[in-house]
């Protein structure tokens, strides 16, 4: 075949096209997959924020009895959760079950060897699965919760709960992103922080992410975290806040008569 007959030789052009077409318009359905599952968790989480400050508006100056802790008191004096906070972080994790990952997947965030990125570990599979051990296990970890002393704040309720009004909850929660390609992209590779025991994100970050990855240190199992930066993982790291008025009772319970002595 000689030159000009290569040249008008057409065979394998639509082949090339295809190609040439396919890869973009694949890694952007890939990014609105990995974007939609963001953009789906952070709505659970707001939930989560939601009922966090619904539990505690109700909890925090709740009869002593049912706790077996003093009004206000959300922590340990030696540290830890109280049973009121403890009863605050329940209704937090409830929603947040709904977005934790598969049993398999926790398995590979925290194990030596990560599992092969697919849209199927993104997806997930049965609803049931979610409530696996494994999963269970993995919202202690990757998802705290603070108490601003006014929405939006920075500054955090510590020890005692000491505020009159109205009640801040936020909450924040470490999404694996798994989708294949997109993954780095959409989302934030993570680092391990082992001066100061806290992750970091790899890229120039923002205020806002600062405070969230601070503030993930007060996860129950923050000692953890170190694992879910191995191998260079991504995640997303979402957070949202709720603020509702304390129902706080201007009376002492009948389980205080001791301390309250006489009083109604």
Known sequence: MNARARCRDSRGVVMLEFVIAFVPVFALFLGTVQLALVGAAQLVVQHAAICGARSASVVID????????????????????????????????????????DAHVVRALLGARPKRASVARALGTSGSARFDRQSAHYLPIAAALVFPIAPGADETVRGSFDLENQVSVRVTYLLPCVVPIVARWACDPLTWDARAQRLRASWKTSPVLERALTELTSAPDASRQAALAEHGRAFAVLHAEATLPLQRAPYCYASEAERCGDEP
Do not use: T
């Open 62 to 101: 709740d009869d002593p009895r049912f706790y077996g802790a003093p009004r206000n008191q959300l922590w340990h004096a030696a540290g830890g959760d109280g049973p009121r906070l403890a009863a605050i972080r329940r209704a937090v994790h409830a929603p947040l079950i709904a977005i934790a990952p």
